[in-house]
């Protein structure tokens, strides 16, 4: 890795196939190209739709945001304009730039940042999925049976490779951090 990477997560209030689903926080790390993770940012995003719909309060129970959370975040291009400033203003992103970004499921978090508007410049830099990575380089034996036994989840996966899993999981940042840390393994496994 000679290049700094930024690995995303998002909590979101459904699923890709929920027309009610909309991004409620974003996160993200810098990770040198050492593999430590250098940098961390979160914000809550402000749904476009308030109140939320009834469908969406079992994705807000498993990352534990709150409706009051919210009331006052700030909207996607906010937000997106806020973590343009914290990468570009990064001493590590100035003096080995940016490589690519990824998250643990691309496919998901990638459909719903282009859902919400995108990461304007940063849209042409996204990079390989962690999780298929996983998938391709680790045995999973004990796959969750609704899953794919090639899209393992991040518990299992840092687990199988003896990463703990920051805390709190399911928010985006710890999210990230975790991906992130899977990540640099997995790239040692090449």
């Known amino acids: 890795m ?3 990477t930024l690995v995303l997560d998002t909590e979101t209030t459904g699923l890709v196939e929920h027309d009610f689903a909309t991004i409620v926080e974003l996160g993200a790390v810098i990770v040198a190209p050492s593999g430590a993770v250098v ?3 979160t914000s809550y995003v402000l749904p476009p739709v308030l109140p939320l719909p009834p469908e969406a309060d079992a ?3 498993v990352n534990g945001i709150a409706l009051a959370d919210l009331t006052d975040a700030p909207t996607w291009s906010d937000v997106r304009s806020g973590l343009l400033r914290w990468v570009f203003s990064s001493d590590y992103v100035a003096s080995f730039s940016l490589g690519t970004i990824t998250s643990f499921n691309v496919w998901f978090d990638r459909t719903m940042i282009d859902r919400a508007g995108g990461l304007g410049v940063l849209d ?3 990079g390989d999925c962690i999780q ?3 998938g391709a380089k680790l045995p999973d034996t004990e796959a969750h049976p609704r899953r794919d036994p090639r899209r393992p989840s991040l518990r299992w996966t840092a687990r199988e490779l003896g990463i703990e899993q920051v805390e709190p999981a399911h928010r985006a940042v710890s999210d990230a951090e975790t991906a992130a840390r899977v990540m ?3 790239r040692s496994r090449a």
Do not use: G, P, Q
């Open 2 to 4: 000679k290049r700094c």
């Open 39 to 41: 940098s961390r940012w």
């Open 59 to 61: 994705a807000m129970r």
């Open 124 to 126: 042409r830099m996204w």
């Open 132 to 134: 298929l990575d996983a």
């Open 184 to 186: 640099v393994a997995l």
